[in-house]
């Protein structure tokens, strides 16, 4: 994957808003990850000089809570629903199908840094299960066929310059 590089100005930029709150290190976390999509060493680092608190309880908290992601995600992430409904319609054989088109297991990212694969819970569209979500683009009734086009259309999506955040 291409070196992540994570502009430190901006970081301060967004601990300088939450500083002087009280409990300000979830919302802090929570917004450091909206705007770089991870938590790197050095962030976190310059989380705990910024508010004066050991780094390991910053590490404690961000790796503690599922929503912090402390590698960085591909350029590209997919969301694959696995509540029951859309795994009565064959969420599994869908995520089968991604696992063997990417050659990653749920949770990797590959190391072109393009896609990232993980799980979440229901996108509100049960109706059209299984469904999956790219960046904010949602594909529902999938079988593992309409996979491969799918994948495709986001590879032409992307310049090799915009590979890796
Ligand atoms: S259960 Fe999958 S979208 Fe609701």
Redesign the pocket.
Known sequence: MADVKVDISKVDEILDKHKDKPGPLMPALQELEREFGWLGPDVLIRVAQRFDIPPSKVYGVASFYSLFSLKPKGRFVISI?Q????HVLGAQAVIKELEKQLGISMGQTTSDGLFTLEITS?????GV?P?IDINGEVFGNLTPAHIPAILARFREKAPAEEVGR
Request: one cysteine or more.
């Open positions: 629903c509540d029951a409904p859309c229901c996108l509100g569209v049960c299960g469904v």
